[in-house]
Nanobody
Framework: VQAQVQSGGGSVQAGGSLRLSCDAS????????MTWYRQAPGKEREFVSL???????KYADSVKGRFTISQDKAKNTVYLQMNSLKPEDTAMYSC????????????WGQGTQVTVSS
């Protein structure tokens, strides 16, 4: 099982927008929480946003008001809409699937690069 990053990512100028998607349709055992992380070169991986199985959301302070996480339950896909992008948002973005019935497990997407130029 792998949480697949299906689309999104790429290069954009500061102030632009991108949308990432993460398809969790391969996991059908129980509801899942989906989390986005990012890692910039030379830096540790950091939390970006979370949407749990009940639809509750959380955001890192650095992206609040600019990023929006959402889900399409019919497609079992989670989206990260990123607006007003800044150069400091440049990173490899990865999604993680955490089954609510097996919280000791985690399935990662392969990651997608986001590059924001000034």
């Amino acid at each position: 099982v792998q949480a697949q990053v299906q689309s999104g990512g790429g290069s954009v100028q500061a102030g632009g927008s991108l949308r990432l998607s993460c398809d969790a349709s391969g996991y059908t055992y129980c509801p899942v929480d989906m989390t986005w992380y990012r890692q910039a070169p030379g830096k540790e991986r950091e939390f970006v946003s979370l949407i749990d199985s009940d639809g509750n959301t959380k955001y890192a302070d650095s992206v609040k008001g600019r990023f929006t996480i959402s889900q399409d339950k019919a497609k079992n896909t989670v989206y990260l809409q990123m607006n007003s992008l800044k150069p400091e948002d440049t990173a490899m973005y990865s999604c993680k699937l955490t089954p609510t019935c097996k919280r000791w497990e985690a399935y990662w997407g392969q990651g997608t690069q986001v590059t924001v130029s000034s």
